[in-house]
């Protein structure tokens, strides 16, 4: 998501532009809400329009026609030397010159679409990390090295004076950032030929190379783990800067030369759409009479040929990875409401999945015993599981909260959670859901009651239990007692259709309440709807 005042829109973008905002988000698909600040929510993949300066471009190119395209210049300026051993911390750097007119109010807005990389193609700077400096106040040629912690001393961006360790020990970034660079006695820095820190990559900058309102011309240094990440994110920056109005320069590059054919390469790279993918697409062979002039006011230049048409794609769309996203910024210029609606030609006729048919007997019976449905969420909190054995055998890597951070791998915790939720609700609660877990890293499906009041008992369970089996099943039942740290001894069972293990009920143990702060007692059944269904007459 993007943000600004309203005031600020209106003084730098004029008052047109909100017009035209509302009207865009028609066009590409973004969520837009203006009140005393604008906010624009955008898809995830399309970073080349995360910020005001990057959407204004698009649409004067859109209502307008008014190309401004990403243009860059190879050179074979030795501007920066990378030293191998550098390379073993943070294995690869890319880099560029960006020159035009004075920042001004957009040094703040550089500063946030840059901390967007970071937050996504980035990954909080794990991938890719990315240092602006004022080329103006640095003396090249600069020098990607190494050095020891406890020896180079320099002053970061906001005034914080130490060595590198203890910048890493006692700055906000250095705490957040410093465990990237591994447990070496080594970092890696960008030097002048001074000697003046520029960066210790992926940490922080130093005070010489600031930018400020004034800076006119940039150096921008991108390190990371991921080469292709690094190259999206040299192309979202040279195209935001671009949008600022600055000429874009790229030095020589000390990369293997494989790597710096790829990445020119990406630059204006050639994408072949044919007329045939169009209609299996669309439904119809053009939604307007020539794609030509809709695909350039999406900024992709097209080209008749054969049976189709060859696109020209600039390095910043990072999203474009084949014919179809192209279709789809035609069909998006075009508009949806040209495309006709179709009956689909379908050979056969549709049915009932049986898994959809037996949820649905179950579900039945549930409302008819006078349970409510809930759905929660398949992916649920990692604390329910900091004291219980988790047999999911899946992990979420890089999860963005705790609460949405594990698959479960049984439902009454996250009926536990509900219940938690509306303690404050009138009493009895009696609840079901149907719902998959993951166990041993197999999807299976799952049916939960659940009943919380002053008389809820394993024996209130049992009889919910049998009427429930009495009506899916004519094989007979067993129980057989068990225990289970979240259930009081003696009041969890195992319950069995004839050899088969379909479930469990019991009564929830107090420490377990407790945790999810609950007064009253509650009571679970949970099956394993597979073996339940299994010998439904």
Not at 375 to 403: A, C, L, W
Request: with cysteine.
């Amino acid at each position: 998501m993007i943000r600004r005042p309203l005031s600020e829109i209106s003084h730098f973008f004029g008052e047109s532009y909100l017009n035209r905002l509302k009207m865009f988000s028609g066009v590409v698909g973004y969520g837009l809400d203006i009140d005393d600040e604008v906010k624009v929510e955008l898809n995830p993949d399309r970073l080349d329009l995360a910020s005001f300066h990057s959407l204004e471009r698009a649409m004067n190119l859109y209502y307008e026609g008014r190309e401004s395209p990403l243009t860059l210049t190879w050179t074979d300026m030795q501007l920066l030397h990378v030293g191998k051993d550098a390379l073993g911390l943070r294995p690869f750097i890319l880099c560029f010159v960006a020159e035009g007119s004075s920042l001004g109010e957009k040094v703040q807005d550089l500063i946030d679409f840059q901390e967007r990389i970071h937050s996504s193609i980035g990954k909080d700077r794990k991938k890719v990390s990315i240092g602006l400096h004022d080329m103006d106040k640095i003396h090249p040629p600069l020098t990607y090295v190494t050095a020891r912690q406890e020896e180079l001393s320099f002053t970061t961006y906001d005034g914080f004076q130490g060595t590198i360790r203890e910048i890493i020990s006692g700055h906000p970034k250095g705490m957040l950032y410093g465990v990237l660079i591994g447990s070496s006695d080594l970092a890696p820095v960008i030097l002048d030929s001074e000697g003046s820190v520029l960066s210790v990559p992926p940490i922080v900058n130093g005070n010489h190379s600031l930018v400020d309102p004034g800076t006119s011309k940039l150096f921008v240094d991108i390190t990371g783990t991921d080469f292709r990440a690094l190259r999206d994110s040299f192309y979202l920056l040279a195209g935001e800067l671009s949008s600022y109005g600055f000429t874009i320069a790229v030095p020589y590059l000390d990369i293997p030369r494989s790597r710096k054919r790829h990445l020119m390469a990406f630059h204006n790279r050639s994408v072949r759409v044919s007329r045939r993918e169009i209609k299996e697409v669309l439904g119809r062979e053009a939604v307007s009479a020539d794609p030509v002039p809709a695909l350039a006011r999406m900024g992709l230049s097209a080209i008749p040929e054969g049976g189709g048409f060859i696109v020209t794609v600039p390095g910043n769309r990072i999203d474009i990875m084949g014919a179809v996203d192209i279709i789809e910024d035609y069909a998006k210029s075009s508009g949806f409401d040209a495309i006709p609606e179709l009956e689909p030609q379908i050979a056969t006729a549709g049915e009932v999945l049986a898994s959809t048919r037996k949820a649905e007997t179950l579900r039945g019976l549930g409302i008819g015993m006078g349970f409510q449905e809930i759905m929660t969420f398949v992916v649920t909190s990692s604390k329910h599981y900091n004291n219980r054995e988790y047999s999911g055998g899946v992990s979420i890597i890089n999860p963005k909260s705790v609460d949405n951070s594990v698959i479960r791998d049984r439902l009454y915790l996250n009926t536990l959670e509900f219940f938690s939720n509306n303690k404050n609700r009138g009493y009895p609660q009696r609840v079901f859901e149907i719902g998959k877990v993951v166990v041993n890293t197999e999807e299976e499906p799952r049916l939960c009651f659940g009943l919380t009041g002053s008389r809820a008992s394993i024996n209130d369970a049992r009889k919910y239990a049998e009427y429930v089996l009495s009506r899916v099943s004519r094989t007979s039942i067993s129980y057989q007692p068990a225990t289970s740290g979240d259930f009081i001894d003696g009041r969890y069972v195992l319950v069995s259709l004839g050899s088969v293990e379909a479930g469990f009920m019991g009564e929830v143990h107090p420490s377990v309440l407790q945790e999810f702060d609950l007064q009253m007692p509650v009571a679970f059944v949970e099956f394993r709807v597979d073996k339940l269904m299994q010998h439904t007459p």
